[in-house]
């Protein structure tokens, strides 16, 4: 069975652009949520959508959103991109949107900013 | 304010031998821990968790220890073997309802064979 899956692996922008970073969770998993690591830190968390839902809000600002399609995929967009945007963003899936269940994370999309 | 603290940013251990790592948290809302390992370009993957309502669980080499009243916990491996050379993350949550856990800064394990 395929894993969770993000693309694109790694990413180049500017600042001020936008991205999309794109994440297909494992089959049959309706719970994603969206996790940003800094170079040195732990995952932070960002947020978590269950079946197509806001469940959970990290503290980002307002230029992060996100949505969760019908396919239970997802995408992450960040408008307005900062220096301090560069990280890993990390994907996970989980069966169901409760927190006890474990999640599984995908490999994640190294974004940098020049 | 870093709400979960793991304070040895590496650890080395020889193979067979036990490795303990340790996790501090301030909230004392937090009710549910989990272990992540991650490897160099994967993402993490789960390894064990603990509830606040027990002080200890385990799975095979993996037991996690938890100690409310100190706001610690621990996670023991053995026999340590040169695979589970990674680092390793604590995270909380406060909320089951979600997955808005509060990750460490994690430990690099290192198990030399």
């Known amino acids: 069975d395929a894993g969770v899956t993000q693309s694109p692996t790694h990413l180049i922008k500017t600042r001020g652009q936008q991205v999309t970073l794109r994440c297909s969770p494992i089959?049959?998993?309706?719970?994603v949520s969206w996790y940003q690591q800094v170079l040195g830190q732990g995952p932070q968390f960002i947020f978590q959508?269950?079946?197509?839902?806001?469940?959970g809000r990290g503290n980002f600002p307002d230029r992060f959103s996100a949505r969760q399609f019908p396919n239970y995929s997802s995408e992450l967009n960040v408008n307005a991109l900062l220096l301090g945007d560069s990280a890993l963003y990390l994907c996970?899936?989980?069966?169901?949107?409760?927190?006890?269940?474990?999640?599984?994370f995908g490999d994640g999309t190294r974004l940098s900013i020049l | 304010d870093q709400q979960v603290k793991q304070n040895s940013p590496s650890l080395s251990v020889q193979e067979g031998r036990i490795s303990i790592l340790n996790c501090d948290y301030t909230?004392?809302?937090?009710?549910?821990f989990l272990w992540y390992k991650k490897y160099p370009a994967e993402g993490p993957t789960f390894l064990i968790s603990i509830s606040s309502i027990k002080d200890k669980n385990e799975d095979g080499r993996f037991t996690v220890f938890l100690n409310k009243s100190a706001k610690h916990l621990s996670l023991h491996i053995v026999p340590s073997q040169p695979g589970d050379s990674a680092v390793y993350f604590c995270?909380?949550?406060?909320?089951?309802?979600?997955?808005?856990?509060?990750f460490g800064t994690g430990t690099r394990l290192k198990v030399l064979a």
């Open positions: 995270a909380a949550s406060a909320d089951s309802g979600t997955y808005k856990y509060i």
């Open positions: 996970a899936s989980s069966l169901a949107g409760q927190g006890l269940q474990p999640q599984h």
């Open positions: 089959s049959g998993h309706k719970s």
């Open positions: 959508y269950y079946e197509k839902e806001e469940r």
């Open positions: 909230n004392s809302m937090f009710d549910y």
